[in-house]
């Protein structure tokens, strides 16, 4: 009898071991925080373009470790003082798109461009006069989606995450109206609205294929 009981109890306490397990595994599952991922949030596919269900698009994170292809700069100096845009301006693209464009030669469904907006800092250093980068002020993206942009030039959507006089940037942007980029990009823009003309890197990888241009 006492056998008997001893073996219960045994069963007993490994049943509730293994359910202790179970609850633990599926707490580690669960993210740690939530403050960084709103709940209405849309099931991303293969492109790093996340939209909630109002259409705003969340910031995109880890972006300086996509494909470097350039920082284009319009100085004041050179613009009668009045330049459009006159920081720098670094620009990332995601790298399925990247390697999709060297494969295709054309931007894919779901391809996303950040633009990094930079200030001029110092004009000059140890190697002579010139324009260095200063401060981050500013984050834009386009992003080319036929489910999100049906109605828009080339299927293009863009996106500010700050504000006009700077700051930490949101973590999520509406998009522009269409005259803010898109009137622009779509009338000087050498490639599907991407301004490709200005960027070697781009010009190089379009229609590459296998392996990497910089490497011939």
């Known amino acids: 009898m006492r056998t008997g009981t001893w ?9 509730l071991l293994f359910a202790v397990i179970l609850i633990g595994c599926a707490w580690n ?3 740690i925080s939530t403050a960084e991922t709103p709940q209405d949030i849309l099931s991303p596919s293969d492109s790093p373009a996340t939209f909630l269900e109002d259409g705003r698009l969340a ?8 494909i470097y292809v350039g920082a284009p700069l319009t100085p004041n100096e050179l613009n009668g003082g009045r330049a459009a845009f006159p920081e720098f301006h670094n620009v990332y693209i995601d790298p399925t798109s990247y390697d999709s464009y060297k494969r295709t030669g054309a931007w ?11 200030s001029v800092g110092s004009k000059a250093a140890s190697s002579g006069k010139g324009y260095f980068m200063g401060d981050v002020i500013g984050l834009e993206a386009a992003v080319k989606s036929r489910e999100q942009f049906p109605g828009e030039p080339g299927n293009w959507g863009y996106f500010r995450f700050t504000d006009e006089e700077g700051g930490r940037p949101h ?24 301004f490709t003309q ?3 890197a781009l010009r190089e990888a ?6 990497n241009p910089e490497d011939r």
């Open 108 to 118: 894919r469904d779901g391809t996303v461009l950040l633009k990094e907006l930079v």
């Open 59 to 66: 910031r995109p994170k880890g972006y300086r470790r996509w």
């Open 171 to 194: 973590r999520v942007a509406g998009a522009l109206a269409r005259e803010a980029c898109s009137t622009c990009h779509q009338a000087a823009a050498e490639d599907d609205f991407v």
């Open 198 to 200: 200005y960027y070697p």
């Open 206 to 211: 379009k229609g590459y294929g296998a392996g």
């Open 29 to 31: 599952a669960r993210p």
């Open 7 to 15: 073996r219960s109890g045994m069963r007993t306490f490994f049943v």
